[in-house]
């Protein structure tokens, strides 16, 4: 189910752990204009954020697999639900299936990602592939 990373894509997912102390992003939106209308909110990835994402599509910790479904599982739950303390023991495979099912989520769920970062998942997750990196 999980796609091919190398020791090239481990390290360059790994180097977002430099750039850990950067922020995410912020909210935009929700204003009201001139009509009354008000616009809906939307968050803004930092640079930081926007080369994550970019990075875990190209250096495959985005893989394709039934992530709706997985996420109903048991193991899906848990995962999803972890800490940062269970996710310094994930496998590869696991960090792809999180990841994947964040990056999905945005697309129905505005700031999952960003809500991902804050809870720190994701920057536990990039702490992980830097050991998977150096264990390599």
């Not at 481990?10 to 912020?26: H, Q, S, T, V």
């Not at 994402?53 to 709706?68: C, E, N, Q, R, T």
Request: proline fraction near 4%; charge should be negative.
């Amino acid at each position: 189910m999980a796609g091919a990373v190398t020791p090239d894509d481990l390290l360059a997912l790994a180097a977002f752990a430099d750039r850990l102390d950067e922020p995410a992003g912020e909210w935009r939106g929700g204003e009201r204009d001139a009509e009354g209308a008000i616009q809906m909110p939307w968050f803004e990835f930092s640079p930081m954020l926007s080369d994550f994402h970019k990075a875990a599509y190209d250096h495959g910790l985005v893989v394709s697999f039934d992530w709706s479904a997985w996420m109903q599982t048991d193991e899906g739950r848990r995962l999803m639900a972890a800490d940062r303390a269970r996710l310094t023991g994930a496998t590869l495979e696991e960090l792809q299936w999180i990841v994947t099912a964040i990056m999905r989520i945005e697309r129905f769920s505005e700031g999952a990602i960003a809500s991902a970062w804050d809870d720190g998942r994701l920057p536990a997750i990039i702490l992980r592939l830097v050991v998977l990196a150096a264990d390599d």
